[in-house]
């Protein structure tokens, strides 16, 4: 059957009208949909963050994942004691007690858990007369010189519920274990009657390369910085300082053309931390440039604040700085209402379309 002119033009308008429809529906859901990028160097709590949005906003961990949180836990455990051990045969520093020698070989094998396996029970006494010994815990307190994870005194605080038959990890021990982020990891939570796509990417040198898959429409960037790392070297570079490497980050990040048009969010994580160490490890030491009280966290947050701002080349670029520590639910969940109302406020003509 051939269609008349006219048959054949209503035929397409209707066609463009049902398109067009489509188009300002998409359009408005994507004026509802915010994409926020997580950048940072190693070890500044992009990962934790993102544990939180799916402890706040999502479903957040299932049984089988919180089986495989059992086995990292473990894993991290023992790598800090390989990691302490080696520690110790380089600064020359031997155990008060000497038994402890003995556990050696069983801290050296490459020792995993499948999924299912409880904590093996042989290593518990060895852990526990080890992190107790007078000369690791020399070595555990110059662990800003050799890159120590900063979870391992809080799994210390119980140990024996890790060992525990019936252990399932809770959510304040997913947010402290660590697991190097490689790739892209994105997820996705509603806030209000906002989507949020949050993606976190890996902190190390080399994954950093792999950013610019990220990098179109950002609507806000979250720049986390632990400023705990002040004193502290880099994992892949001992000979490196995780501040000024994230300083050097953050200048590029800030100044670059991708993110002209961007939210700016800097994060000064792991305050309680840095608070703690501000006696033991004076900042002059590595940033002689520092004058006043360097045991005033008020002080010396303003102080590294200051840096990062001054980086910033475009004095009509925003950036909205937050002091938080990442495994603080409520502290955390305060912040992000922050960070949400300024997004609304800042795209208020977008999202009324």
Request: aromatic fraction near 10%; glycine fraction near 6%.
């Amino acid at each position: 059957m051939c269609l008349g002119g006219s048959d054949e033009e209503e035929l397409n308008a209707s066609r463009n009208r049902e398109i067009d429809k489509m188009i300002r529906a998409d359009e408005r859901k994507m004026s509802k949909e915010i994409k926020l990028l997580l950048l940072g160097a190693g070890e500044s709590g992009k990962s934790t963050i993102l544990k939180q949005m799916r402890l706040l906003y999502a479903s957040g961990f299932s049984k089988n994942e919180r089986e495989d949180y059992r086995c990292i836990i473990f894993s991290n455990i023992l790598n800090a004691f390989k990691i302490l051990v080696d520690a110790m045969d380089q600064l020359e520093i031997q155990f008060e007690n000497e038994e402890n020698g003995e556990y050696l070989p069983l801290i050296a094998l490459d020792r995993g858990l499948d999924n299912g396996e409880k904590f093996p029970i042989e290593y518990l006494k060895p852990f526990k007369s080890m992190w107790v010994d007078p000369g690791l815990r020399v070595a555990v307190e110059k662990g800003n010189e050799f890159a120590l994870h900063d979870n391992l005194s809080y799994f210390f605080q119980d140990i024996d519920r890790l060992f525990d038959r019936s252990y399932v990890p809770n959510d304040q021990d997913i947010l402290r274990c660590r697991l190097k982020t490689t790739g892209i990891t994105e997820t996705v939570f509603e806030l209000g009657f906002l989507t949020y796509r949050m993606f976190d990417v890996g902190g190390q040198r080399s994954e950093r390369k792999k950013w610019i898959h990220c990098f179109e429409n950002v609507n806000c960037l979250m720049f986390l910085v632990a400023i705990s790392g002040y004193d502290q070297c880099l994992v892949e570079d001992k000979d490196g300082n995780q501040m000024q490497e994230a300083l050097m980050l953050f200048e590029s990040i800030a100044n670059s053309q991708w993110f002209s048009r961007s939210a700016l969010i800097l994060f000064l994580n792991k305050i309680d931390l840095f608070k703690k160490k501000l006696v033991s490890s004076p900042i002059p030491q590595y940033f002689p440039d520092f004058v006043g009280d360097h045991t005033n966290p008020k002080l010396a947050g303003k102080f590294f604040q200051a840096k990062f701002k001054g980086l910033n080349r475009n004095p009509a670029k925003d950036i909205y700085t937050h002091f938080t520590n990442a495994t603080d639910t409520n502290l955390l969940k305060i912040t992000m209402g922050s960070v949400r109302d300024m997004i609304i406020q800042r795209n208020l003509h977008e999202l009324i379309l």
